[in-house]
Nanobody, 123 residues
Framework: QVQLVESGGGLVQPGGSLNLSCAASGGIFRINAMGWYRQAPGKQRELVATITSGGSTNYADSVKGRFTISRDNAKNKLYLQMNSLEPEDTAVYYC?????????????????WGQGTQVTVSS
């Protein structure tokens, strides 16, 4: 029922910036936590940043000081502002949302993933 739509990926030069966004829609749900993950070719998917419903954030050491995760609860949107991008940041970035979704007459815990958006940092 719920769909995650990502946008904002693209090709940038080292030192450039990108702003990723993820919007959740469909169904009836209450978001608990949201996060960004990335997967580079030949590597395992890794956590980039997360943000809880209370606004608490957590970042991977590799992106601290460069990336900022934020959310708009009213719009059910998640953002990732990426600055000072490096070639090592090249990967497919995935939006992840943990939520309570209304199924029939009860709330159930579910997790959804976006389709992924390509971020390429190269000169």
């Amino acid at each position: 029922q719920v769909q995650l739509v990502e946008s904002g990926g693209g090709l940038v030069q080292p030192g450039g910036s990108l702003n990723l966004s993820c919007a959740a829609s469909g169904g009836i749900f209450r978001i608990n936590a949201m996060g960004w993950y990335r997967q580079a070719p030949g590597k395992q998917r890794e956590l980039v940043a997360t943000i809880t419903s209370g606004g608490s954030t957590n970042y991977a050491d590799s992106v601290k000081g460069r990336f900022t995760i934020s959310r708009d609860n009213a719009k059910n949107k998640l953002y990732l502002q990426m600055n000072s991008l490096e070639p090592e940041d090249t990967a497919v970035y995935y939006c992840n949302v943990e939520m309570l979704e209304l199924a029939v007459v009860r709330w159930v815990a579910r997790e959804y993933w976006g389709q992924g958006t390509q971020v390429t940092v190269s000169s």
